[in-house]
Nanobody, 122 residues
Framework: QAPLRESGGGSVQPGASLRLSCDAI??????KGWFRQVPGKERVFVASINWNGRDISYADSVKGRFTISRDNAKKAIYLQMNNLKPEDTGVYYCVYKTRVGPLQASSEWGYWGQGTQVTVSS
């Protein structure tokens, strides 16, 4: 069983909201985050949250629209996405930060799962 499992994706119109969930098998103090990928392009950093929720980062493109949170009791993290735009379309992955390099570098993150598809289109 994969250590991380994403859910909550879907197809919505611009301006709509979605809430992604990521369930973990094990409790961990890893920083967790979300990346987005579209076919033929590299994975793009979306948001991250450290183990106690006090250190949060967002990509500039989602600031003010997306909110990342975590519930350690449930071993889960969430991504509330509001005012969705077509450019938010992609497969969203929940990952652990396993290395100490920059947040935006996908190579610094691990345990990539199957992801959940988000499509924003009118």
């Amino acid at each position: 069983q994969a250590p991380l499992r994403e859910s909550g994706g879907g197809s919505v119109q611009p301006g709509a909201s979605l809430r992604l969930s990521c369930d973990a098998i094990d409790q961990t103090t890893y920083t967790k985050g979300w990346f987005r990928q579209v076919p033929g392009k590299e994975r793009v950093f979306v948001a991250s949250i450290n183990w106690n929720g006090r250190d949060i980062s967002y990509a500039d493109s989602v600031k003010g629209r997306f909110t990342i949170s975590r519930d350690n009791a449930k071993k889960a993290i969430y991504l509330q996405m509001n005012n969705l735009k077509p450019e938010d379309t992609g497969v969203y992955y929940c990952v652990y930060k396993t290395r100490v390099g920059p947040l935006q570098a996908s190579s610094e993150w691990g345990y990539w799962g199957q992801g959940t598809q988000v499509t924003v289109s009118s």
